[in-house]
């Protein structure tokens, strides 16, 4: 099994920065990608920022030029930097891991971790 351990969600004020972080652990061979989901009340789960175990980088447009993504501890973790944060970024953010596992391919995500934009 694969798990994943989130941090670094909380309050902040539009304009403020957070800075997200995901290790996975477990029976994994290898990472293929990891990235960060987020879903708001009412709407669905969308992706915000994705790497590739190459260093490829995708994000919704909406982040742009705010968020920054980018891997640590060898590949099997990963930081979401997010900067001039807007109300609209409130959500429940998720990791999520592509990756070869004991059972196979296998895609896993984190529990969550809340963040809140608001003055």
């Known amino acids: 099994q694969v798990q994943l351990v989130e941090s670094g969600g909380g309050l902040v004020q539009p304009g403020g920065s957070l800075r997200l972080f995901c290790a996975a652990s477990?029976?994994?061979?290898?990472?293929?990608?990891m990235g960060w989901y987020r879903q708001a009340p009412g709407k669905e789960r969308e992706l915000v920022a994705h790497?590739?175990?190459?260093?490829?980088?995708t994000y919704v447009d909406s982040v742009k030029g705010r968020f920054t993504i980018s891997s640590a501890n060898d590949k099997t973790a990963v930081y979401l930097q997010m900067n001039n944060l807007k109300p609209e970024d409130t959500a429940v953010y998720y990791c999520?891991?592509?990756?070869?596992?004991?059972?196979?391919?296998?895609?896993?995500w984190g529990q969550g971790t809340q963040v809140t934009v608001s003055s």
């Open positions: 790497i590739t175990s190459g260093g490829s980088t």
């Open positions: 999520n891991v592509d990756a070869w596992t004991a059972a196979g391919y296998k895609g896993s």
């Open positions: 477990g029976s994994i061979f290898s990472i293929s990608a």
